[in-house]
């Protein structure tokens, strides 16, 4: 049963006054300062993305390519992720008062007009097949509700897709250029928009269910069903056979979110507030998870129940609820579909119109006498007149476009192709983003480049498949040479044509832009554009302006320019604001400075575009030429603070942890110097001892020659054994300070460590029999054999064994000497059974000067520098020396010293 | 009346030197070889004059000096202090804690005999 046309267009006209009223009311609030772009409105609005294509196409898509239709989803949700990268671009686009993808472009490259229309001209040839895609997707709708074939129904002798394309003419009309003053931003537009993504996604999900559990038993079912089946089996695989196709798909479809014109305008001139993209990051992805959901499942429901049947796969999403009769159901999917289109191509061609009305056509108008000879009238309402011209241009190329396509060509098609088209604005964007050194000649190169392989690989062999032209230059290649075959360029075959395309395109445009960048010098106007937008974040608004511009200019002359392109009414308010901000009363006394000179470039950029902006400010104000010298020096200046600053920064830095370090040095030095000053008071101490004793002594035998002999002899025994005392302890300070300052001179040479023992025993013999302490031993007859100093070696076993004779008791004493080897090292011990050490004095003992005893019973003999110095001669053969004793159990002196490593 | 001098000093030599030459010069003498044994010999002993060392094991010259100075018992006792390390902070610490007088070692006999027989008045 078909539905009656005058229902459905009655539907379709209240659908489309509900959503005007929507824009009437999001205009409303934003004139009244309460705009109603949250970002959840703002998310919404970017669901612009899925146009018809989305809608009708995807389930097309998946019933011949099975889960691929996801790349185009996969893309955004990626390059979405980059969110330093929007936000970046959204705020270069405010800085410098963007209108337009093309306005962006150029204005980076030194506000070029040619840049501007070569974008704009680039966007027009690749956008509108696109926009023929709507025309054709409603048309096909249509067609479907009310049973017929051909696009055979009109009113007036009008065929029923012009009706369309008209009405959409008007709606965007209506919708794009309702203010007279042509400001960039519309939100009523975005948030009717927004409505219109909300009523496609719940129009989509709705015939999801109804296919999925209405239709079938739910999705296992559904796959259950398709699997059983071998065609409908393979879609259900992921074909890793077509992966460089889907990477293709996803890096194409990653750039279009950003650089289809209507997603330039929504994601970025359409923006009011950067944390929104914030919340676009995962509610968009979001939205194209649910929107995908039952694509497949619709797709696998169709295939199954029109099997058979010729049914136009792109029509499942009305067919299926039509064969099950569910009308209503169809009337909602076919609003869902009329959401998707007309929200294409009404912010399609409103960013459009805006391109070729600032980019195409004003610099044209103002080289024109026309212009010239009209000085002082309000030109505003041309402005909007030429966008409202434009826009209904546009739609009428896209509708003549598919009247003479017609069903050449697939719908999917189009849309890629559309995609490869904008993808050529990625270099010149991201370098003019990143690259200060990329510059107008370089990115007219790339751009150039891209378009002209875009055309030959991709365009024309569409053309040539639709049988408009000649498809020679496609199987043959041009002039017959087989590597200019279109889709298989320098015999690169095997790829799809959208990857083939991309590939070559992409190579030939960064090769051209980078090549040329790098050969070519920027201009003034360029290099400070460049630092402008790579460095947006290093500068506050409007704060470097005031250096970059030079000149004289009359307020007067600057107003009514202003005035004639923006309307009085709207100038006065911003002149207004902007006196308020300076602080001044009255906008009349405002001084016509650089600063004001920027103000009214930007006011007249968001209105015409930079690069017209531009030449009308100068024609009106006198601007001395700025070198580029002159620009770079000033950029550069800043650049040197900046630097300089950073530097300092670094300095300071350094200079604190110079600072510190010096503190702990001269702490360490303090120590040095304490240590140093108690070591030579307690010498000092030391020498003065003896000292005393000597001199006390001989004073008074020189003075009394009377004091008898026993006293005289007794006197004189003990100056000779304080001044040996004192000769010992200087030669041992002496040695000590040697071994420490490592001037000490060392001798080396095989020593045998027992045959040292035993003459160190021999020599200290008498000593030990005058005492009648028991010395026993336990060494080896030959050997362990060291590289060592044979008299320092000697030195440290007479300095141990004295030690234990000098502290064992006299009689009962026994001093035990053993030589053997342990892991590696030879071990020597020298035990004694004298009073022992506490576990405090086993460490002191080795300080200088600490001696063990303490009463004047057990007074030592000893300069306290013996085991000190035993101890650095041991660690300077790499050995140990330390000591194991308990009070009362005799003190065991070890030492080590490392056996030379084996010979191999 | 003669008069008694405590020696205190942990260096035997110089100890008989001192012992000496004090009684050549008709001292009465005791010594003490640590800073216990001289607290107890002052008690035992009342001398009018210690020649008192300060690097002692168990108690310093110092903590005797301290401890006698506390004592009103010994209110009329002379101490000199004998040192080997000359710096002037450890002379200043001395006087500071109540020495009469402060010897540096070696010291000259002459010198140390007149400065005690000046102190004792004799």
Same mark, same amino acid.
């Given at each position: 049963m078909a539905l009656s046309g005058w229902f459905i267009a009655l539907l379709s006209a209240a659908y489309l006054g509900l959503l005007f009223a929507v824009a009437r009311f999001g205009d409303a609030r934003a004139d009244a300062g309460k705009s109603i772009i949250s970002a959840n409105v703002y998310a919404l609005s970017l669901a612009v993305y899925c146009t018809s294509w989305t809608f009708y196409g995807s389930v097309g898509r998946a019933t011949s390519g099975g889960l691929s239709f996801l790349t185009i989803y996969l893309?955004?949700?990626? #390059?979405?992720?980059?969110?330093?990268?929007?936000?970046? #671009?959204?705020?270069?686009?405010?800085?410098?008062?963007?209108?337009?993808?093309?306005?962006?472009?150029?204005?980076?490259?030194?506000?070029?007009?040619?840049?501007?229309?070569?974008?704009?001209?680039? $966007?027009?040839?690749? %956008?509108?097949?696109?926009?023929?895609?709507?025309?054709?997707?409603?048309?096909?709708?249509?067609? !479907?509700?009310?049973?017929?074939?051909?696009?055979?129904?009109?009113?007036?002798?009008?065929?029923?897709?012009?009706?369309?394309?008209?009405?959409?003419?008007?709606?965007?009309?209506?919708?794009?250029?309702?203010?007279?003053?042509? *400001?960039?931003?519309?939100?009523?537009?975005?948030?009717?928009?927004?409505?219109?993504?909300? !009523?496609?996604?719940? $129009?989509?999900?709705?015939?999801?269910?109804? !296919?999925?559990?209405?239709?079938?038993?739910?999705?296992?079912?559904?796959?259950?069903?398709?699997?059983a089946n071998p065609d409908l089996g393979r879609l259900l695989q992921l074909d890793s056979g077509r992966a460089g196709t889907w990477t293709a798909m996803i890096l194409l479809s990653g750039l279009a979110i950003i650089f289809l014109p209507r997603q330039f305008q929504i994601i970025v001139v359409e923006n009011v507030d950067e944390s929104h993209i914030k919340r676009a990051v995962w509610l968009f992805p979001f939205y194209l998870l649910l929107i995908n959901i039952f694509v497949l499942p619709v797709a696998l429901g169709g295939m199954l129940h029109f099997s058979g049947q010729t049914v136009n796969p792109d029509t499942f999403v009305l067919t299926l609820p039509l064969a099950h009769g569910a009308e209503a159901l169809a009337l909602l999917a076919f609003v869902g579909g009329l959401s998707a289109a007309?929200?294409?191509?009404?912010?399609?061609?409103?960013?459009?119109? *805006?391109?070729?009305?600032?980019?195409? =056509?004003?610099?044209?108008?103002?080289?024109?006498?026309?212009?010239? $000879?009209?000085?002082?009238?309000?030109?505003?309402?041309?402005?909007?007149?030429?966008?409202?011209?434009?826009?209904?241009?546009? %739609?009428?190329?896209?509708?003549?476009?598919?009247?003479?396509?017609?069903?050449?060509?697939?719908?999917?098609?189009?849309?890629?192709?559309?995609?490869?088209?904008?993808?050529?604005?990625?270099?010149?964007?991201?370098?003019? #983003?990143?690259?200060?050194?990329?510059?107008?000649?370089?990115? =007219?190169?790339?751009?150039?480049?891209?378009? !002209? %392989?875009?055309?030959?690989?991709?365009?024309?062999?569409?053309?040539?498949?639709?049988g408009w032209i000649s498809s020679g230059f496609v199987e043959h290649g041009l002039f017959g040479a087989s590597w200019l075959k279109a889709q298989a360029l320098f015999g690169l075959s095997g790829l799809d044509e959208i990857s083939h395309c991309l590939w070559w395109s992409m190579l030939a445009n960064i090769g051209a832009y980078v090549a040329v960048s790098l050969n070519s010098r920027p201009g003034a106007v360029e290099a400070s554009q460049a630092e402008r937008f790579v460095d947006v974040f290093r500068y506050g608004r409007h704060r470097k302006e005031t250096r970059l511009w030079r000149g004289k200019a009359s307020l007067d002359a600057l107003v009514s320019l202003l005035e004639r392109f923006l309307g009085t009414a709207r100038v006065r308010l911003q002149l207004a604001v902007y006196a308020q901000a300076?602080?001044?009363?009255?906008?009349?006394?405002?001084?016509?400075?650089?600063?004001?000179?920027?103000?009214?470039? $930007?006011?007249?950029?968001?209105?015409?575009?930079?690069?017209?902006?531009?030449?009308? =400010?100068?024609?009106?104000?006198?601007?001395?030429?700025?070198?580029?010298?002159?620009?770079?020096?000033?950029?550069?200046?800043?650049?040197?603070?900046?630097?300089?600053?950073?530097?300092?920064?670094?300095?300071?830095?350094?200079l604190e942890a110079a600072t510190a370090e010096l503190r702990e040095a001269n702490e360490r030095l303090r120590e040095v110097d304490r240590m140093k000053h108690d070591f030579i008071s307690t010498v000092t101490h030391e020498l003065r001892t003896p000292l005393t004793s000597i001199r006390a002594l001989s004073e008074m035998l020189h003075d009394d020659p009377r004091i008898e002999l026993a006293s005289r002899t007794r006197f004189l025994g003990i100056i000779v054994g304080e001044a040996e005392r004192l000769t010992r302890l200087i030669n041992q300070i002496l040695d000590m300070a040697k071994l420490e300052s490592g001037r000490a001179e060392w001798t080396s040479g095989a020593v045998d460590i027992g045959e040292v023992a035993r003459e160190a025993m021999e020599s200290l013999g008498q000593l030990f029999r005058d005492k009648a302490v028991e010395l026993a031993s336990e060494v080896p007859s030959a050997g362990p054999v060291v590289q060592a100093d044979r008299d320092r070696l000697m030195q440290v076993l007479i300095n141990l064994l004295s030690n234990a004779v000098k502290f064992v008791p006299e009689g009962s004493g026994r001093v035990y000497v053993r030589v053997g080897i342990d892991h590696g090292m030879v071990r020597v011990e020298v035990a004694d059974n004298g009073p022992g050490l506490t576990a405090e004095e086993c460490g002191v003992i080795f300080e200088k000067f600490r001696q063990g005893g303490n009463t004047l019973t057990d007074k030592p003999k000893g300069t306290g520098l013996g085991l000190p110095i035993s101890r650095q001669i041991i660690e300077y053969f790499g050995g140990k020396l330390w000591v194991e004793s308990r009070p009362g159990a005799g003190a065991n002196f070890i030492f080590t010293v490392p056996l030379p490593a084996p010979e191999e | 009346m003669t008069r008694k001098i405590l020696i205190v000093d942990d260096e035997p030599n110089i100890v008989i030197s001192l012992e000496f030459l004090m009684k050549k010069e008709g001292f009465e003498v005791a010594v003490a070889s640590d800073g216990d044994e001289a607290l107890a010999k002052v008690t035992s002993f009342a001398p009018d004059l210690v020649l008192l060392d300060v690097m002692m094991p168990k108690k310093s010259g110092f903590e005797v000096c301290e401890a006698l100075r506390a004592d009103p018992a010994q209110a009329g006792l002379r101490i000199v202090m004998l040192t080997a390390k000359g710096r002037d902070t450890e002379v200043a610490k001395g006087l500071a804690i109540g020495a009469d007088a402060y010897v540096t070692k070696p010291f000259s006999t002459k010198d140390l005999v007149a400065q005690v027989k000046t102190m004792l008045g004799a």
């Amino acid at each position: 049963m078909a539905l009656s046309g005058w229902f459905i267009a009655l539907l379709s006209a209240a659908y489309l006054g509900l959503l005007f009223a929507v824009a009437r009311f999001g205009d409303a609030r934003a004139d009244a300062g309460k705009s109603i772009i949250s970002a959840n409105v703002y998310a919404l609005s970017l669901a612009v993305y899925c146009t018809s294509w989305t809608f009708y196409g995807s389930v097309g898509r998946a019933t011949s390519g099975g889960l691929s239709f996801l790349t185009i989803y996969l893309g955004p949700t990626l #390059m979405l992720l980059f969110v330093g990268v929007i936000i970046k #671009m959204i705020r270069i686009s405010k800085a410098q008062r963007i209108t337009s993808i093309a306005d962006f472009i150029a204005s980076r490259y030194g506000k070029s007009h040619l840049l501007a229309g070569m974008v704009t001209i680039i $966007a027009v040839i690749g %956008v509108v097949p696109y926009i023929a895609l709507q025309l054709k997707a409603m048309a096909a709708s249509l067609d !479907v509700l009310l049973d017929r074939e051909g696009h055979a129904g009109g009113w007036l002798g009008l065929d029923s897709t012009f009706l369309i394309a008209a009405t959409l003419a008007l709606f965007s009309i209506l919708f794009g250029t309702r203010h007279l003053d042509a *400001t960039e931003r519309h939100e009523g537009m975005v948030a009717a928009v927004a409505v219109e993504s909300v !009523v496609k996604l719940i $129009a989509f999900v709705a015939v999801g269910l109804f !296919v999925t559990y209405g239709l079938y038993g739910g999705l296992a079912d559904l796959f259950q069903r398709a699997s059983a089946n071998p065609d409908l089996g393979r879609l259900l695989q992921l074909d890793s056979g077509r992966a460089g196709t889907w990477t293709a798909m996803i890096l194409l479809s990653g750039l279009a979110i950003i650089f289809l014109p209507r997603q330039f305008q929504i994601i970025v001139v359409e923006n009011v507030d950067e944390s929104h993209i914030k919340r676009a990051v995962w509610l968009f992805p979001f939205y194209l998870l649910l929107i995908n959901i039952f694509v497949l499942p619709v797709a696998l429901g169709g295939m199954l129940h029109f099997s058979g049947q010729t049914v136009n796969p792109d029509t499942f999403v009305l067919t299926l609820p039509l064969a099950h009769g569910a009308e209503a159901l169809a009337l909602l999917a076919f609003v869902g579909g009329l959401s998707a289109a007309t929200g294409m191509v009404i912010v399609e061609t409103i960013a459009l119109s *805006t391109m070729v009305c600032n980019d195409l =056509v004003m610099p044209w108008l103002l080289r024109s006498a026309w212009l010239q $000879a009209r000085q002082q009238q309000d030109l505003s309402g041309l402005l909007i007149g030429i966008r409202r011209v434009a826009i209904a241009l546009i %739609v009428l190329l896209g509708y003549a476009y598919f009247r003479a396509a017609g069903e050449a060509y697939a719908l999917v098609g189009i849309g890629l192709i559309s995609f490869t088209a904008v993808a050529q604005f990625a270099p010149a964007m991201f370098g003019g #983003m990143y690259w200060k050194q990329g510059t107008r000649a370089g990115a =007219v190169a790339g751009l150039a480049a891209g378009f !002209v %392989v875009w055309l030959y690989t991709l365009l024309l062999p569409s053309f040539a498949k639709s049988g408009w032209i000649s498809s020679g230059f496609v199987e043959h290649g041009l002039f017959g040479a087989s590597w200019l075959k279109a889709q298989a360029l320098f015999g690169l075959s095997g790829l799809d044509e959208i990857s083939h395309c991309l590939w070559w395109s992409m190579l030939a445009n960064i090769g051209a832009y980078v090549a040329v960048s790098l050969n070519s010098r920027p201009g003034a106007v360029e290099a400070s554009q460049a630092e402008r937008f790579v460095d947006v974040f290093r500068y506050g608004r409007h704060r470097k302006e005031t250096r970059l511009w030079r000149g004289k200019a009359s307020l007067d002359a600057l107003v009514s320019l202003l005035e004639r392109f923006l309307g009085t009414a709207r100038v006065r308010l911003q002149l207004a604001v902007y006196a308020q901000a300076k602080g001044l009363e009255d906008w009349r006394t405002l001084p016509v400075d650089a600063e004001f000179v920027h103000f009214a470039e $930007a006011e007249l950029a968001a209105a015409i575009g930079s690069a017209s902006a531009r030449v009308m =400010v100068a024609s009106v104000a006198e601007e001395e030429d700025l070198g580029l010298d002159e620009v770079l020096d000033i950029l550069d200046e800043a650049t040197q603070i900046r630097a300089y600053s950073r530097e300092l920064e670094a300095k300071q830095r350094e200079l604190e942890a110079a600072t510190a370090e010096l503190r702990e040095a001269n702490e360490r030095l303090r120590e040095v110097d304490r240590m140093k000053h108690d070591f030579i008071s307690t010498v000092t101490h030391e020498l003065r001892t003896p000292l005393t004793s000597i001199r006390a002594l001989s004073e008074m035998l020189h003075d009394d020659p009377r004091i008898e002999l026993a006293s005289r002899t007794r006197f004189l025994g003990i100056i000779v054994g304080e001044a040996e005392r004192l000769t010992r302890l200087i030669n041992q300070i002496l040695d000590m300070a040697k071994l420490e300052s490592g001037r000490a001179e060392w001798t080396s040479g095989a020593v045998d460590i027992g045959e040292v023992a035993r003459e160190a025993m021999e020599s200290l013999g008498q000593l030990f029999r005058d005492k009648a302490v028991e010395l026993a031993s336990e060494v080896p007859s030959a050997g362990p054999v060291v590289q060592a100093d044979r008299d320092r070696l000697m030195q440290v076993l007479i300095n141990l064994l004295s030690n234990a004779v000098k502290f064992v008791p006299e009689g009962s004493g026994r001093v035990y000497v053993r030589v053997g080897i342990d892991h590696g090292m030879v071990r020597v011990e020298v035990a004694d059974n004298g009073p022992g050490l506490t576990a405090e004095e086993c460490g002191v003992i080795f300080e200088k000067f600490r001696q063990g005893g303490n009463t004047l019973t057990d007074k030592p003999k000893g300069t306290g520098l013996g085991l000190p110095i035993s101890r650095q001669i041991i660690e300077y053969f790499g050995g140990k020396l330390w000591v194991e004793s308990r009070p009362g159990a005799g003190a065991n002196f070890i030492f080590t010293v490392p056996l030379p490593a084996p010979e191999e | 009346m003669t008069r008694k001098i405590l020696i205190v000093d942990d260096e035997p030599n110089i100890v008989i030197s001192l012992e000496f030459l004090m009684k050549k010069e008709g001292f009465e003498v005791a010594v003490a070889s640590d800073g216990d044994e001289a607290l107890a010999k002052v008690t035992s002993f009342a001398p009018d004059l210690v020649l008192l060392d300060v690097m002692m094991p168990k108690k310093s010259g110092f903590e005797v000096c301290e401890a006698l100075r506390a004592d009103p018992a010994q209110a009329g006792l002379r101490i000199v202090m004998l040192t080997a390390k000359g710096r002037d902070t450890e002379v200043a610490k001395g006087l500071a804690i109540g020495a009469d007088a402060y010897v540096t070692k070696p010291f000259s006999t002459k010198d140390l005999v007149a400065q005690v027989k000046t102190m004792l008045g004799a």
